[in-house]
């Protein structure tokens, strides 16, 4: 299991999503370019000395991100978090070798980025609001994933 961030805008969220996925011990794809340099003191603040556990690989596009994906024997899925998805994170089957995929907190993704997905997951809020926290939706589908798959760490 994997997170990938698409271009993100905010270095907070960022270093709270580096955290949780050190905390889990999932490895993260930063998809550049990223709206702020990686040395941000917001993004170190969030955090925190735990930056140092995580396994992050950094891609300069989309497009050299998805050739290294693609490139291996059965390539693993790209799961898209997204308000357009078509399944809920609850009823999506995912697999120990899924990629998830969560956009820009500004734009989200571009069409063909969503048209690469190999499956598009929504997670369900209440009607009339717009959209949780990236870092927040990135815990419980992450969560819903690895609980899915058994791949909470052990305590």
């Known amino acids: 299991m994997r997170l990938a961030l698409y271009q993100p805008d905010i270095p907070q969220n960022t270093g709270t999503i580096l955290r949780l996925a050190a905390c889990l011990g999932v490895a993260v794809d930063l998809i550049e370019p990223a709206g702020f340099d990686m040395r941000d003191k917001t993004l170190r603040r969030a955090g925190l000395d735990y ?49 998830l995929l969560l956009g820009r907190e500004s734009a989200g993704v571009p069409d063909a980025v969503h048209d690469a997905a190999d499956a598009r997951v929504r997670i369900p809020i209440r009607e009339g609001l717009r959209s949780l926290n990236i870092a927040v939706a990135a815990a419980l589908a992450l969560g819903e994933a690895l609980r899915q798959t058994n791949g909470l760490p052990e305590s």
């Open 51 to 99: 930056l140092e556990h995580v396994e992050l690989k950094r891609h300069e596009s989309f497009e050299t991100f998805e050739k290294e994906r693609l490139a291996g024997p059965g390539p693993p899925r790209l799961v898209l978090l997204t308000a357009r998805g078509t399944e809920t994170h609850v009823r999506f089957r995912f697999a120990a070798s899924d990629i």
